[in-house]
């Protein structure tokens, strides 16, 4: 069966994220607790997922590098996006990426207090990846330069757990139709199984109806979303056991595909796509 393979230091998988920094991307989205722009809401969601799993990846003896993981930004221009000592790489160790931040920042945010209520909480945040808006959408060249980046990294590990591309975007592609693009990246592959590949689509509407996880393209909107419907990857059962602890309903066709999300839904479809079970 696919999507088996152990997760160590010598046999390592890998993250790919490729994130729509297009102008639109500076609009509001609902947060939760109030509203924030796309573009920062997306920043604050990977670099908190860096942080966790750098500690996850924690031993006694440092930061084991179980996972690579590369950050390509699409706008004005297409190519890798980490800031600070690691930028301009394509794939970075997380032992490099937790020893690297650009920066410390201080956040607060607002947390459940257990009674209903919201209280403010202060914490210390890495910064690897700033928030950008600017340009278009030139989503079929972030998929070819997705599909080299994975490529080569396959090659280098071909029996490892097949990487997951997390596709975050608020629009339409604006370089042409990127679905035989899309679909020659989902369809690399390690021994191990096809690369999985999640199409989350970020809405400023508030009044859009979020669909999370669709087993079926019927009832979809548009072309556009049945395009990233189609190329998004069916969920492994492991992921749909995620679903369920986040109360989101699944079936055994359902994909990886999100359209509508706000940053509440978004951070749920990373922790979805980004956990595997068999980490050593």
Not at 74 to 94: E, H, K, N, Q
Not at 248 to 258: A, C, E, L, W, Y
């Amino acid at each position: 069966m696919p999507y088996q393979a152990e997760i160590s230091r010598d046999n390592p998988s890998c993250f790919l994220f490729l994130i729509d920094q297009s102008s639109s991307m500076s609009e509001e989205v609902s947060a939760g607790d109030g509203n924030q722009q796309k573009a920062s809401g997306v920043a604050d969601s990977i670099n908190r997922w860096l942080q966790e799993l750098s500690i996850k990846c924690a031993k006694s003896d440092g930061v084991r590098d179980y996972y690579h993981v590369g950050v390509i930004g699409y706008g004005r221009s297409v190519g890798p996006a980490f800031v600070g000592s690691i930028a301009g790489r394509d794939m970075v160790p997380i032992s490099e990426i937790a020893d690297c931040p650009a920066r410390i920042e201080e956040k607060t945010s607002k947390i459940p207090d257990g009674a209903g209520g919201l209280v403010e909480q202060t914490a210390k945040v890495p910064v690897w990846f700033e928030p950008v808006a600017d340009g278009g959408t030139p989503m079929c060249r972030a998929a070819m330069e997705g599909q080299r980046i994975i490529q080569d990294w396959v090659g280098q590990n071909p029996a490892g757990f097949p990487p997951i591309v997390i596709h975050i975007t608020d629009g339409e592609a604006t370089d042409g139709d990127p679905m035989s693009r899309m679909r020659s990246l989902s369809q690399l592959a390690s021994s191990d199984g096809n690369v999985m590949l999640f199409n989350i689509h970020m809405s400023a509407n508030p009044d859009a109806t979020p669909v999370s996880f669709p087993d079926s393209a019927d009832g979809l909107p548009d072309e556009y979303s049945k395009m990233l419907f189609e190329t998004a990857s069916p969920l492994t059962p492991t992921m749909r056991a995620l679903a369920k602890e986040h109360r989101i309903k699944t079936t055994d066709k359902s994909r990886g595909f999100v359209l509508n999300a706000d940053m509440v839904l978004l951070a749920q479809a990373i922790d979805i796509g980004t956990r595997p079970s068999n980490l050593t």
